[in-house]
């Protein structure tokens, strides 16, 4: 995709299209408006990404390794355990906060993810890193792995009652859900 280290330009061209396609959509956000705002030209953009289809990839890339550090950090406050597993949601419910467009991700696949676009292997990833993240946590906690593919689907299922639906409480209902299935689980 991008080989060669961002040039200045390179890296406010990335930084104007992650905000616009996050709060207005991929298909909605032209080119020529990305390099405007960006100070640049769209042959720059061009050179240094070759598509707008690479630039979208290496949007979602970047977004990805933000959250990965996001969430990363929250856990590595709590030590390992059913608390630790409780802190993912609250590190969800933290970055919802400034983030109210909702999971660039779901937002992403839902324009691009029927296709062959770069963005789509991104978008995958970080779902799979996601609930592999929360089968550790689960592990760690002493619980069954697959226990945490379910806590994945209440992470998932809270963003899209938050952003889609309007529910305010989806991640705190989530989070005590979590705990409930906690409990059960032993």
Not at 9 to 19: D, I, P, Y
Not at 92 to 100: F, I, Q, V
Not at 159 to 180: M, N, S
């Amino acid at each position: 995709m991008v080989s060669r280290p961002m040039t200045p330009a390179g890296e406010r061209l990335l930084a104007t299209a992650s905000e616009l396609f996050y709060a207005r959509g991929i298909h909605a956000v032209g080119v020529d408006l990305i390099a405007e705002l960006a100070g640049t030209t769209k042959k720059t953009l061009y050179d240094r990404f070759g598509s707008k289809d690479n630039l979208v990839a290496l949007y979602l890339r970047r977004r990805f390794e933000r959250w990965q550090a996001f969430v990363e950090e929250r856990l590595a406050a709590c030590p390992p355990g059913r608390d630790q597993v409780l802190a993912a949601f609250d590190a969800l419910a933290e970055w919802l906060a400034a983030n109210t467009c909702g999971c660039a991700f779901v937002n992403a696949n839902a324009e691009i993810g029927r296709s062959d676009h770069p963005g789509v292997a991104v978008i995958r990833a970080e779902k799979q890193w996601m609930r592999e993240r929360y089968e550790r946590l689960a592990r760690d906690a002493g619980l069954p792995a697959a226990l945490g593919t379910g806590l994945h689907l209440l992470h998932e299922g809270a963003i899209v009652t938050l952003t889609a639906g309007g529910q305010e409480d989806a991640v705190a209902t989530a989070k005590a859900a979590a705990r409930e299935l906690i409990t059960a689980a032993g």
